[in-house]
């Protein structure tokens, strides 16, 4: 039976994720359950508890049942702690699926990395229901985490993961990649995947409504009448932080540049001291805010800024890309050589970069945007016309179909 003309009726289909907020929340997870929903499929999804409950149980969120799974702390800042709380992973999810949806028979499965533990999970859910699986592969670890140190391809805890690693890609019938680059990547690194297997499904992102507060937001964080530049989102190792220090040190030279630098992460306290040490007055740090303010803060803005790390030999797409181009900003990307990131943005229009290695051409290319700020806002156009044609929701889920579209469905 053709997939695509079936994925019209009604399918019943189980959602694994690592995390997932409040379906009433936007968020490229919590999305993709509700566009499902509202396209007549029967959804199940399955994610760690948010708020430290004590059990497991079923959350009704936008009408739909959620099972939320206790678990250990999968985001704590110890590793051995984290480490520990994605090895439990697969036996929770298991037992919270035997517990309260035993009687779920689902048609296709949908898991989504972080984290490879999900493959004990997701194979034994297959087993039991003969669904068919599609991964989205938002990372790729633990390459990723060899890349920036955090363990050798020789000791055990690397061996464990990519046993999982391995497991989870076998067990999926169809695999969505994140770009082109990534696509490439996984067939060169895993000869045993099939090209017809693979596709790129974009991380997506619910278009905005462009109805924003110009005023009152540039008074309250006193950026009225400057360039800023804006970094949002998770800051630690694989962000390589200290080239936004040296680009912010560069562009000191322009008195109306500032730097707002918005959340969270490992590296925001030694980032923070590392600016004093620096006497860098032209950055502005801002914890975490209402996604609703953060897309405001974003439409004040002049240009977005991606970092990552030099060392990184996997080709990786940040979300706050999609943040960027939805507010319509411009991206500046400090980005590692293994990246097609970079040729994204060219070949679009929508952006610059420069190679996390030499960050001198980093100013460079900021230097591009400032000093011809009418194409700066043109590119900014573009992002946001890119975003509404290959990033928005509805063309997430017009991928997702195309991609099983040769993928048997069994009903029972």
């Known amino acids: 039976m053709n997939f695509l003309i079936y994925i019209l009726t009604s399918l019943k289909v189980l959602f694994v994720f690592f995390a997932l907020p ?3 929340q936007p968020s490229m997870y919590s999305d993709i359950v509700n566009v499902f929903h509202e396209k007549g499929h029967q959804v199940y999804p399955m994610a760690p508890t948010r708020n ?70 997701v194979a034994f859910a297959k087993r039991r229901t003969h669904a068919k699986v599609l991964l989205l592969q938002k990372d790729i670890f633990p390459q990723n985490a060899v890349d920036l140190g955090f363990m050798k ?50 991380n997506s992102t619910k278009l905005l409504d462009k109805d924003f507060d110009k005023s009152t937001i540039k008074d309250k964080y006193d950026i009225a009448g400057k360039f800023v530049v804006v970094f949002g989102g998770n800051m630690g190792k694989p962000q390589q932080l200290e080239n936004v220090l040296k680009l912010a040190r560069s562009t000191s030279v322009y008195k109306n540049v500032i730097f707002l630098i918005i959340g969270s992460g490992t590296e925001v306290d030694a980032l923070r001291r590392e600016a004093q040490s620096m006497e860098l007055s032209n950055i502005l740090f801002v914890d975490k805010v209402p996604r609703k303010d953060y897309f405001n803060l974003l439409a004040n803005c002049n240009l977005g800024l991606i970092s990552l790390h030099q060392d990184f030999t996997v080709p990786n797409t940040p979300m706050k890309l999609n943040d960027y181009l939805n507010a319509g900003l411009p991206v500046l990307a400090s980005i590692d050589r293994s990246n097609d990131l970079g040729t994204i943005l060219v070949e679009n229009n929508i952006g610059k970069f420069a190679f996390a290695d030499s960050p001198d051409k980093l100013f460079e290319r900021f230097n591009e945007f400032y000093l011809n700020q009418e194409e700066c806002k043109k590119i900014g156009r573009n992002g946001y016309e890119f975003c509404t044609k290959y990033l928005s929701i509805e063309k997430c889920y017009q991928t997702i179909t195309e991609l099983l579209n040769d993928a048997q469905v069994i009903r029972r």
């Not at 520990?84 to 028979?105: C, D, G, H, M, R």
Request: glycine share 4%; proline share 3%; charged share 25%.
């Open 52 to 121: 430290g409950e004590k059990k497991s149980f079923v959350s009704t969120e936008k009408g739909i049942n959620v099972l939320r799974i206790k678990t250990k702390d999968v985001f704590s800042k110890n590793l051995i702690q984290k480490g520990i709380a994605n090895v439990l992973l697969p036996y929770q999810f298991k037992n919270a699926f035997v517990k309260y949806w035993k009687e779920t028979s689902p048609d296709l499965i949908i898991v989504a990395t972080p984290s490879v533990m999900f493959a004990d999970f």
């Open 22 to 24: 409040h379906l009433s």
């Open 153 to 202: 391809k020789e000791s055990f805890i690397y061996k464990f993961f990519k046993k999982h690693e391995i497991r989870l890609l076998k067990t999926a019938d169809k695999i969505g990649c994140t770009s082109e680059g990534n696509k490439s990547y996984l067939l060169k690194h895993y000869p045993y995947l099939k090209k017809e297997n693979l596709g790129v499904v974009y």
